[in-house]
């Protein structure tokens, strides 16, 4: 059964840094991508940061470039969002999500994505 935890939300001031990971289970890292979205109250899902391994992809949205940084650790099947330099405006419930590389599709949507975990909160405080 394929299975996504994210962890390691919590609160830091602005300028400040958080590492978010999704510990993977039931699947092999290579075959899948792994992306990182978050949610804030009242506005869309948003597509941050995708990595796949068996493609030697990564990809960023605009509005993190530069500040996160996506990784995985396969021997560990854990994939991580390094946060840096973070914002108010990055508060927001992060989710992760794992989309089979046969299946391909636009990596910032989220219909894209069968597989998800249940979200970690970051509050970020100015």
């Known amino acids: 059964e394929v299975q996504l935890q994210a962890s390691g939300g919590g609160s830091v001031q602005a300028g400040g840094s958080l590492r978010l990971s999704c510990a993977t289970f039931?699947?092999?890292?290579?075959?899948?991508?792994v992306t990182w979205f978050r949610q804030a109250p009242g506005r869309e899902r948003e597509g941050l940061s995708s990595?796949?391994?068996?493609?030697?992809?990564?990809y960023y949205a605009e509005s993190v470039k530069g500040r996160f940084t996506i990784s995985a650790d396969n021997a560990k099947n854990t994939v991580y969002l390094q946060m840096n330099s973070l914002k108010p405006e990055d508060t927001a419930i992060y989710y992760c999500?794992?989309?089979?590389?046969?299946?391909?599709?636009?990596?910032?949507?989220?219909?894209?994505?069968?597989?998800w975990g249940q979200g970690t909160l970051v509050t970020v405080s100015s």
């Open positions: 999500a794992a989309d089979p590389l046969t299946k391909p599709g636009d990596w910032d949507v989220p219909a894209t994505y069968p597989y």
């Open positions: 039931g699947f092999p890292l290579d075959d899948y991508a």
């Open positions: 990595i796949a391994i068996g493609d030697d992809s990564e």
